[in-house]
């Protein structure tokens, strides 16, 4: 054998040797990758209507507002391997990104699953607010026991999906006024907190204690602002979660409430998250989503401010980028993209 045909031999040997522990070696990372992309005024993988409202008149609405998402391989109990992590590096479309980037404290992706479904509900109740109070709607709000804190006062007194109704004999109908009412007490005073359970009006005096940090006092319970809607919004995404979808149903939802369809043919597709006074908050994975909204057809993509320097640098060929500050202003944004008249805030 020569030399040459030796030196050959022995590199093919490492070579396989490195693929045989490369495919063999978990690492502690995530491949993020483009998802699929749902269009809002359409209808989900059931044939159903994505978004559906009853009790009030709607307008026949048409074009896309597409939301887009992000998948994911890897996380604890299923870890990627080294070859498949310097494939994603090479790709152009896959971000590698640390594990506890998406499973924090060693979170299962079971967990993770959970707390993106939870998120998912909430976006979907801050987008219909959003979309109701941008509309002029009246909405109202109550203050609902989301959880309990084990040993605290609260704990065996109310349960999860009791509604807050007075705290001291003043009337709550939103966490803000629940808190500075508990800010007036001191450690070790009485509150006295009225609720319903199952539609049966009930009260309680609780001995409030000292907070984990011990700052201020409390009794407990955790709660949550909940809507009240004059009239029902159904979103029906099937198994999607997280909260980065909820520009988009606030969007559509103005759309079928609104004579005309807000896109005038144009496809429209987006990402950020809501809440329910309208703003506009940053989300992950903007890379893959643009590649996912442009392979869907997309040629505009809503973008929120904070990921504009990012989405800037990466942007794919053929995808404006139109800047997503409130929902107001996104409205007026597009108004002024389809019709070509005002300014159109933007990225670049």
């Known amino acids: 054998m020569s030399r040459r045909a030796a030196t050959l031999t022995a590199a093919s040997v490492i070579v396989i040797v490195l ?3 490369g495919s063999a070696m978990p690492v502690p990372y995530v491949a993020l990758m483009p998802g699929p992309t749902s269009n809002t005024l359409g209808t989900n993988d059931k044939g159903q209507p994505l978004i559906r409202i009853d009790g009030r008149q709607t ?3 048409a074009g896309h507002l597409n939301f887009t998402t992000v998948t994911y391989r890897g996380g604890p109990g299923g870890r990627i391997d ?15 990104v640390p594990e506890e980037t998406i499973f924090p404290d060693d979170e299962s992706p079971k967990k993770v699953d959970e707390e993106n479904t939870r998120q998912m509900q909430d976006s979907q109740q801050s987008a219909e607010a959003a979309a109701l109070h941008e509309l002029g709607i009246p909405v109202t709000t109550r203050v609902v026991v989301d959880g309990i804190q084990k040993g605290r006062p ?7 999906g009791d509604e807050i ?8 109908t939103n966490v803000a006024q629940v808190t500075g009412t508990m800010a007036k007490h001191k450690i070790g005073d009485s509150v006295t907190l009225a609720y319903t359970r199952a539609g049966k009006p009930a009260t309680t005096t609780l ?8 700052d201020r006092a409390a009794v407990g319970v955790v709660i949550s602002d909940q809507y009240k809607f004059p009239f029902k919004i159904d979103i029906s995404v ?4 997280g909260p980065s979808a909820g520009l988009m149903f606030s969007l559509a939802i103005i759309d079928k409430l609104t004579p005309g369809p807000l896109t005038r043919g144009t496809f429209i597709a987006g990402t950020g998250t809501i809440t329910a006074k309208g703003e506009v908050g940053p989300i992950g994975g903007i890379q893959q989503k643009m590649i996912a909204a442009r392979k869907a057809g997309a040629t505009v993509f809503l973008t929120p401010k904070d990921n504009c320097p990012d989405a800037a640098a990466s942007r794919p060929d053929g995808l404006r980028l139109i800047r997503a500050d409130t929902l107001h202003g996104t409205v007026q944004a597009i108004n ?3 019709t070509g008249k005002g300014d159109v805030p933007t990225c670049e």
């Open 59 to 61: 307008y026949p609405d």
């Open 19 to 21: 693929a045989i522990i």
């Open 82 to 96: 080294l070859f498949t992590a310097l494939r994603g590096w090479i790709a152009g479309d896959t971000a590698i």
């Open 238 to 241: 099937g198994d999607i979660g």
């Open 336 to 338: 002024a993209l389809t």
């Open 165 to 172: 109704t007075a705290v001291d004999g003043t009337k709550v």
């Open 207 to 214: 001995k409030t204690v000292a907070t984990p940090n011990g």
């Open 154 to 160: 609260a704990d065996g007194v109310l349960k999860t």
